[in-house]
């Protein structure tokens, strides 16, 4: 008789295995915990831990509570009270629906289950307390307490020695738990949390009337000053929350949280629209901070897709990325003033047609028009002709500070006392060091790099030409023959291509010479033929071609960059005015196309405190 090598695991090891899958560490356990907390109608949370979770992490709710029958059958595996057939999972509409997590955690830990129903019933007058070891309930008693339910997990993972060898250290372990109920209590602004340590208080965070006012509680008034608020909806599909401006960035995307139907995810999709959302306006490396809202019809998102419940599968991914790109691009496009965007409806299900929430066209005020209306022509400041220059005499910096005869009205829930200014309304106090414009403003002294200001510019006007179809060419009255060295005659030539496409006109004209017959009109005929020399002697090895989808922008980069005024030009007033007054006009004024800001602020206040005053 062939003798049988496979054979039904115990329901102890069975479940062990699954603990494994749905408790990774005691983050995970703490996850799993809140979240039938808050399925339960909790309003106020306390989290408690000791030894990093190992020793001891329990969560206490006001929620509904159990009775005896359910709070013994909810340490069952696969009991829940979310789901009740195949179809239900295909419109979860709660935070846990697979019904491991009691089960998973008791048996792997020594457990205490305290709870209480709230009810006036003689049954519920008392509540229950169950002592559970391994996924074995040991001892059942009366207990008094209030409604709701209390879990202590103590010697987590004390019969799985290999599960507790691979965790990390006691303050690495509280970190990630802390980041657990820090990104459960963004999600949540209604529900008051707090999270002790060994005896002490990490945070504590009381109920918030909004997604601002739980950012300010969590990472304080700072960071919560520097946040746009961004909302966009469509039928069946709204994005909402709060983004840093493009001022402010950090080292690591540790600070984009992302959160589908209240549930908090990780998702390539969601953090790859975030990403493409800031293009152009981060340094390479840096990321925003970040906290989005994605609500859709449930059936349109499967959570069934991993066993700790962090990823999601979208049915329609292209309107998801969409939204979340245009939402967060349309918001930033014009950082000037902070609109009001706090949580719009949670009926997901009856999202209506909605009203794309994007930045409306700036009204310049009657100083910009006016400065506008002393040149008729665009402003052009390539060529830096040592004449000129000479003519042009630095204006020397003024530091009198001169309060405005009135405070500006605003009439919004503004976040922070001023966002982005315009900058052409402020007063010109000169020119340092022939390279940055110093403004004075209500809120105090702006430093504006004029190199990155008028690369901005220049790099908004040639994106929307080529929108347009394609970059206008200016055909130069004569032709100008450019000489090229021979040792890299042939690279340049296999360039052509890109440099056509970006509105130079050459064609070649013998072995190591082109013919320029048009240059962007942008630039003008004489700027523009100089600028072509500065993109010839900084092309590298490949020329001009960029991997992917992003050729083209890097391609507007670089003639943005080369065309636009350097460092070291002297600018007459009426230059600085029309430069001020086209950034005021362009979108994403705030950085230029490479990230970098394109002004930094000295508050009253800090200049004052240099002084002692």
Same mark, same amino acid.
């Given at each position: 008789m062939t003798q049988r090598i496979i054979h039904i695991l115990p329901e102890q090891v069975a479940s062990q295995i699954a603990a494994g899958e749905v408790v990774e560490r005691p983050a995970s356990a703490v996850k799993e915990l809140i979240?039938?907390?808050?399925?339960?109608?909790?309003?106020?949370?306390?989290?408690?831990?000791?030894?990093?979770?190992?020793?001891? $992490?329990?969560?206490?709710?006001?929620?509904?509570?159990?009775?005896?029958?359910?709070?013994?059958?909810?340490? !069952? +595996?696969?009991a829940t009270s979310k789901i009740r057939s195949a179809s239900d999972l295909t419109a979860i509409r709660t935070l846990g629906f697979r019904g491991e997590a009691l089960a998973s955690i008791a048996s792997v830990a020594k457990m205490k289950l305290l709870t209480r129903q709230a009810s006036d019933s003689q049954s519920a007058a008392h509540g229950l307390e169950l002592l559970i070891a391994g996924g074995d309930i040991e001892t059942e008693q009366a207990c008094g307490m209030a409604a709701g339910t209390r879990i202590e997990v103590r010697e987590l993972f004390f019969n799985t020695p290999a599960r507790l060898k691979f965790m990390?250290?006691?303050?690495?372990?509280?970190?990630?738990? #802390?980041?657990?109920?820090? +990104? $459960?209590?963004?999600?949540?602004?209604?529900?008051?949390?707090? $999270? #002790?340590?060994?005896?002490?208080q990490l945070f504590s965070f009381p109920r918030a009337t909004s997604p601002l006012e739980r950012v300010r509680q969590a990472f304080g008034a700072k960071l919560a000053s520097q946040t746009l608020q961004f909302s966009l909806r469509r039928p069946g599909i709204g994005a909402h929350g709060l983004a840093t401006m493009s001022q402010e960035s950090f080292a690591t995307p540790r600070m984009i949280f992302t959160f589908v139907n209240g549930r908090a995810v990780r998702d390539k999709l969601l953090a790859r629209a975030v990403s493409q959302a800031y293009q152009t306006l981060m340094p390479r490396g840096r990321h925003p901070a970040v906290v989005l809202f994605l609500e859709l019809r449930h059936d349109e998102v499967d959570v069934n897709v991993h066993p700790m419940k962090t990823e999601v599968r979208f049915k329609n991914s292209g309107a998801v990325f969409e939204i979340v790109y245009h939402a967060l691009r349309d918001r930033l496009a014009d950082q000037t003033d902070s609109i009001s965007a706090d949580a719009p409806p949670s009926a997901v299900d009856t999202l209506h047609p909605a009203i794309r929430a994007s930045a409306s066209p700036m009204i310049p005020s009657s100083q910009e028009t006016a400065s506008v209306e002393q040149s008729d022509r665009p402003l052009r400041l390539v060529a830096d002709n040592p004449s000129?220059?000479? +003519?042009?005499?630095?204006?020397?910096?003024? $530091?009198?500070?001169? +309060?405005?005869?009135?405070?500006?009205?605003?009439?919004? #829930?503004?976040?922070r006392e001023a966002s982005v200014p315009t900058y052409s309304t402020l007063k010109i106090l000169g020119q340092i060091f022939a390279g940055y414009i110093a403004l004075e403003g209500e809120e105090g002294l702006l430093l504006v790099d004029q190199h990155a200001a008028h690369e901005r510019v220049t790099f908004e006007k040639l994106r929307a030409e080529m929108r347009d179809g394609g970059i206008r060419t200016q055909t130069m009255l004569t032709g100008a023959t450019v000489e090229l060295n021979p040792a890299r005659a042939a690279q340049v030539e296999a360039a052509l291509p890109e440099l056509r496409a970006m509105g130079f006109d050459l064609e070649p004209f013998g072995p190591s010479t082109l013919l320029l017959k048009g240059t962007p009109a942008v630039f003008g005929a004489e700027a523009g033929a100089k600028l072509l020399s500065d993109m010839l002697d900084s092309m590298g090895e490949n020329g001009f071609r960029a991997a992917g989808e992003g050729a083209l922008e890097e391609w507007l980069k670089q003639l943005a960059c080369h065309g636009?005024? !350097?460092?070291?030009? #002297?600018?007459?007033?009426?230059?600085? !005015?029309?430069?001020?007054?086209d950034l005021d006009r362009t979108q994403f004024k705030t950085n230029c196309p490479h990230g970098r800001p394109v002004h930094i602020n000295f508050a009253r206040g800090q200049i004052e405190r240099m002084f002692r005053r």
């Amino acid at each position: 008789m062939t003798q049988r090598i496979i054979h039904i695991l115990p329901e102890q090891v069975a479940s062990q295995i699954a603990a494994g899958e749905v408790v990774e560490r005691p983050a995970s356990a703490v996850k799993e915990l809140i979240e039938n907390s808050l399925d339960a109608g909790a309003r106020n949370l306390a989290i408690e831990i000791e030894r990093g979770g190992l020793g001891l $992490l329990s969560v206490t709710d006001d929620g509904y509570g159990m009775s005896r029958e359910d709070a013994i059958l909810s340490l !069952r +595996r696969h009991a829940t009270s979310k789901i009740r057939s195949a179809s239900d999972l295909t419109a979860i509409r709660t935070l846990g629906f697979r019904g491991e997590a009691l089960a998973s955690i008791a048996s792997v830990a020594k457990m205490k289950l305290l709870t209480r129903q709230a009810s006036d019933s003689q049954s519920a007058a008392h509540g229950l307390e169950l002592l559970i070891a391994g996924g074995d309930i040991e001892t059942e008693q009366a207990c008094g307490m209030a409604a709701g339910t209390r879990i202590e997990v103590r010697e987590l993972f004390f019969n799985t020695p290999a599960r507790l060898k691979f965790m990390k250290t006691v303050s690495t372990e509280q970190g990630a738990i #802390a980041e657990v109920v820090q +990104r $459960l209590a963004l999600v949540n602004h209604g529900v008051a949390f707090s $999270l #002790a340590a060994d005896g002490r208080q990490l945070f504590s965070f009381p109920r918030a009337t909004s997604p601002l006012e739980r950012v300010r509680q969590a990472f304080g008034a700072k960071l919560a000053s520097q946040t746009l608020q961004f909302s966009l909806r469509r039928p069946g599909i709204g994005a909402h929350g709060l983004a840093t401006m493009s001022q402010e960035s950090f080292a690591t995307p540790r600070m984009i949280f992302t959160f589908v139907n209240g549930r908090a995810v990780r998702d390539k999709l969601l953090a790859r629209a975030v990403s493409q959302a800031y293009q152009t306006l981060m340094p390479r490396g840096r990321h925003p901070a970040v906290v989005l809202f994605l609500e859709l019809r449930h059936d349109e998102v499967d959570v069934n897709v991993h066993p700790m419940k962090t990823e999601v599968r979208f049915k329609n991914s292209g309107a998801v990325f969409e939204i979340v790109y245009h939402a967060l691009r349309d918001r930033l496009a014009d950082q000037t003033d902070s609109i009001s965007a706090d949580a719009p409806p949670s009926a997901v299900d009856t999202l209506h047609p909605a009203i794309r929430a994007s930045a409306s066209p700036m009204i310049p005020s009657s100083q910009e028009t006016a400065s506008v209306e002393q040149s008729d022509r665009p402003l052009r400041l390539v060529a830096d002709n040592p004449s000129t220059m000479a +003519r042009i005499e630095q204006r020397p910096l003024n $530091l009198g500070f001169q +309060r405005p005869a009135e405070n500006t009205p605003n009439g919004f #829930a503004t976040p922070r006392e001023a966002s982005v200014p315009t900058y052409s309304t402020l007063k010109i106090l000169g020119q340092i060091f022939a390279g940055y414009i110093a403004l004075e403003g209500e809120e105090g002294l702006l430093l504006v790099d004029q190199h990155a200001a008028h690369e901005r510019v220049t790099f908004e006007k040639l994106r929307a030409e080529m929108r347009d179809g394609g970059i206008r060419t200016q055909t130069m009255l004569t032709g100008a023959t450019v000489e090229l060295n021979p040792a890299r005659a042939a690279q340049v030539e296999a360039a052509l291509p890109e440099l056509r496409a970006m509105g130079f006109d050459l064609e070649p004209f013998g072995p190591s010479t082109l013919l320029l017959k048009g240059t962007p009109a942008v630039f003008g005929a004489e700027a523009g033929a100089k600028l072509l020399s500065d993109m010839l002697d900084s092309m590298g090895e490949n020329g001009f071609r960029a991997a992917g989808e992003g050729a083209l922008e890097e391609w507007l980069k670089q003639l943005a960059c080369h065309g636009s005024v !350097r460092v070291g030009r #002297a600018l007459a007033e009426r230059e600085i !005015r029309e430069l001020l007054a086209d950034l005021d006009r362009t979108q994403f004024k705030t950085n230029c196309p490479h990230g970098r800001p394109v002004h930094i602020n000295f508050a009253r206040g800090q200049i004052e405190r240099m002084f002692r005053r």
